[in-house]
């Protein structure tokens, strides 16, 4: 693991390292804000934050505005990168922002020549929080959230680790990706036609199979240039009520897909995710 | 005066407009953030931020984390580019990064090929605050701050015109640009050799020269990178000596010259005008 950026912030740190990870095969990047006073004999529980299409690690710590209560409660957040990177590993022919590098949708690719290194749900679950945990003053309580389609993977593998997860929430995932043009171009081609291998990363399916009692809390902008054609929050709400499963969902007026939708909202997560960790 | 972005934040919008400055002749960028319920019957005073070398308008509103308390105490934020730009502007012949584009430096070029564009002083002093004036409900009450190049932009801005602005404030300012490598280059090409026209655009010879009333206030990381060769914030204390202004240095141990550190202030530099705006 090599440190490649250091900043103090919130009299916490703002950590950048690579490190080589075996489920991807390539060399990883990924962001850490340790807050004040996080040592051995006082670790601290770990949010675990999903950037959106073309995002790298630096969005979110550089965006959401999230360190300064994260610094109050004592809460460490890790921002992964959005995709494997780097030589050999191969990207969308025509460079699409929605395929390929910055777009892993946070799958375990099946098809070649993507399953080789687009393994970012095992890397995200397994991997990295190992890595996480074997080298910082952090405890084993995790929460996971995220943005787009970092919403859609937060709440996939949320739904499907809640023996991992206290919590989590998302802001404008892609709710039902099955049923949407990123999805089905994303999950298509690194899963396969078969569809139904489509629906372990879908969590408006996953959501309606049934009861789950992993505590789940959704942002979405009314103004969001995404939400008809390609998030879909309604879908989550139909499903939550099938399975009988406890959903907040709270719509914006206004608010569009951006990082200010984010800012505005994330400390409201933040102590949603800080009570179920039982910091506050 | 064209609208190109709007975001909804914290409950009051960040706007994006292009607009034809006769100051710089050009097609000049500037953001305002402006915080709920600002309206013609109930102004809110402004704070300009100026930002620092490559930066444009953006740089501070995506990543300062200003909103939130903007927003609670009902002051709105101007951000300006930090150069004329387009067509027919000159930059640096080898594209520097410390002159030409992205570095106006906030004066007035008296230099060819320069001075045709480069005349950023008079556009954040007069042609700015009586555009925003004139358009958004705002009051004539004005406070300034800045980073880096802006930093010594406000300072010098501030201290020159006590009649149009409040207070003043600085992260990592240039604070004695004839005695650093950026302030040298810039001052020498836009003012030319004549050390005299350098003064003007000081902010330590300023604070030198007389007794200032406007309140200062300015933050300096002890880790900055650039600290000691082009900062050197030692002699705006000792201005302040000579002169007997009064004005407050916070030195912060181990923060450097990045938005982290400026984030994890703001909210001190916002209170500052605030209380100064009469707003607390």
């Known amino acids: 693991m090599e440190l490649i950026g250091e900043n103090r912030a919130f009299g916490g740190r703002h950590l950048r390292y690579?490190?080589?990870?075996?489920t991807t095969q390539c060399d990883m990047t990924f962001a850490i804000f340790l807050p004040p006073f996080a040592s051995k004999d006082k670790p601290v529980p770990v949010l675990y934050w999903l950037s959106g299409l073309t995002c790298t690690d630096q969005n979110f710590m550089q965006k959401a505005g999230a360190m300064k209560l994260a610094a109050e409660l004592g809460m460490a957040i890790v921002a992964p990168d959005t995709s494997p990177r780097g030589e050999?590993?191969?990207?969308?022919?025509?460079?699409?922002?929605?395929?390929?590098?910055?777009?892993?949708f946070y799958v375990n690719a099946t098809q070649s020549p993507w399953n080789t290194h687009y393994n970012m749900y095992s890397y995200i679950v397994d991997e990295l929080p190992a890595l996480i945990e074997n080298e910082f003053p952090v405890t084993k309580e995790r929460a996971i959230s995220g943005h787009s389609m970092g919403g859609h993977g937060a709440l996939v593998i949320g739904m499907r680790n809640p023996n991992k997860f206290v919590s989590v929430s998302a802001f404008s995932p892609i709710a039902n990706p099955c049923d949407c043009p990123w999805g089905r171009k994303a999950l298509g081609r690194y899963l396969g036609d078969d569809k139904e291998a489509w629906k372990e990363y879908d969590a408006s399916l996953l959501l309606a199979s049934k009861t789950h009692n992993i505590p789940l809390l959704v942002e979405q902008g009314t103004k969001d240039e995404?939400?008809?054609?390609?998030?879909?929050p309604q879908a989550l709400v139909h499903a939550a009520q099938q399975s009988e499963t406890q959903l907040t969902l709270n719509m914006h007026e206004g608010y569009d897909h951006s990082y200010f939708f984010i800012a505005s909202f994330i400390e409201e997560h933040l102590e949603f995710h800080a009570g179920h960790m039982g910091l506050i």
Chains 1, 2 share one sequence.
């Open 18 to 22: 690579t490190h080589k990870a075996e």
């Open 88 to 104: 050999g590993v191969p990207d969308d022919e025509e460079g699409a922002y929605d395929f390929g590098l910055g777009a892993g």
């Open 226 to 232: 995404f939400l008809h054609e390609q998030l879909k």
